[in-house]
């Protein structure tokens, strides 16, 4: 997924270079009907509802997950996905009003469809892609992080291995990745209803899911990754 916060000369430059180097190369987004914002808001309320994952953090963070159809908007405009998010919960009640009012002052705004990356292949010439940047499963399969450390584990393994010839590299990397990248891809499919469910039934009914996991005899196969 691309970082739309980050407007910084470097961070273009490897973007635009990147572009550039895989032109030619078919890569498609593969979307799930689904967009999310994720912005941080500060604790500084006593009366706040919120978990904190890391120790002595005061920030804690506010996804807003909806169901869409592909939306036209530009990447780097972020005041216009603000504006997306604002729109598509106004009239929301619980803690939303208090959320969104944050919005305008949330420096690490981000903003993406749930989207898969398929490529035909990851490397050209001397340049190949690990993570998300050649096969983003995508945050509805929750493997980002294993297949980013897997895949930088393994390429460099076969570097080492062919003795530094990266063609030989590329195409063991690859061929070593793919099932992993399939297996984790495939966790996606059919995951987006539930993460941003379109109904009240529906959301009542992933509501009871998620109590019962604990109890369920197959709870230890939930999540794990392939």
Request: charged fraction near 20%; include cysteine; hydrophobic fraction near 40%.
């Amino acid at each position: 997924m691309s970082k739309v916060a980050d407007q910084s000369p470097r961070w273009s430059a490897i973007e635009s270079s990147t572009a550039v180097q895989f032109a030619s190369k078919r890569r498609s987004a593969v979307e799930f009907g689904c967009a999310a914002a994720l912005s941080v808001r500060s604790s500084s309320s006593p009366h706040s509802r919120f978990s904190y994952s890391a120790r002595r953090n005061t920030e804690a963070k506010a996804v807003f997950a909806f169901e869409s159809e592909q939306l036209d908007y530009d990447y780097r405009d972020i005041e216009q996905q603000k504006k997306i998010v604002a729109d598509r919960f106004d009239g929301q009640g619980w803690e939303v009003p208090k959320l969104l009012a944050h919005l305008d002052t949330a420096e690490d705004f981000y903003f993406d469809a749930m989207a898969q990356i398929h490529m035909d292949d990851w490397s050209k010439g001397r340049v190949a892609l690990v993570g998300d940047a050649g096969y983003c499963a995508s945050p509805l399969s929750g493997q980002g992080a294993d297949l980013s450390l897997v895949g930088a584990y393994i390429l460099a393994g076969e570097l080492a291995a062919a003795g530094g010839d990266h063609t030989i590299a590329f195409a063991r990397y690859r061929a070593e990745m793919l099932p992993m990248v399939r297996a984790c891809q495939n966790i996606a499919e059919g995951v987006g209803k539930w993460y941003a469910p379109p109904s009240n039934s529906m959301i009542r009914m992933r509501n009871l899911n998620v109590r019962l996991l604990p109890y369920l005899p197959w709870r230890g196969l939930i999540g794990g990754a392939p």
